[in-house]
């Protein structure tokens, strides 16, 4: 199971952490990642990290989000600096690990 946290309201070019911790060894999962929902919209992939270390990042977030690990925590988080506006959706934290596993949204409002 995922269990995610770190979600709230920021100002514009603020940043904020968003957590992921996994209730198994996070050394099982292939790959770990986040997305984001805005509604009326389709579920967008924001960043994603593969058990190899390789990252990839939606061209919006490139350069402002990063995507971590913590092995000892059994957690992966995202960094996410100088937030816009249009960054305020509900972020799921993802795993895939024989099968894909969600985590509860967590709410980040960025306010202008």
């Known amino acids: 199971q995922l269990q995610a946290s770190g979600g709230g309201v920021v100002q514009v070019g603020g940043s904020l952490r968003l957590s992921c911790a996994v209730t198994e060894s996070i050394f099982s999962i292939n790959i770990m990642g986040w997305y984001r929902q805005t509604p009326g919209k389709q579920r967008e992939p924001v960043a994603l990290?593969?058990?190899?270390?390789?990252?990839n990042y939606a061209e919006s977030v490139e350069g402002r989000f990063t995507i971590s690990r913590d092995d000892a925590q059994n957690t992966f988080h995202l960094q996410m600096t100088s937030l816009k506006p249009e960054d305020t959706a509900v972020y799921y934290c993802?795993?895939?690990?024989?099968?894909?596993?969600w985590g509860q949204g967590t709410l980040v409002t960025v306010s202008s």
């Open positions: 993802y795993a895939v690990k024989r099968g894909a596993f």
């Open positions: 990290l593969s058990n190899l270390g390789s990252t």
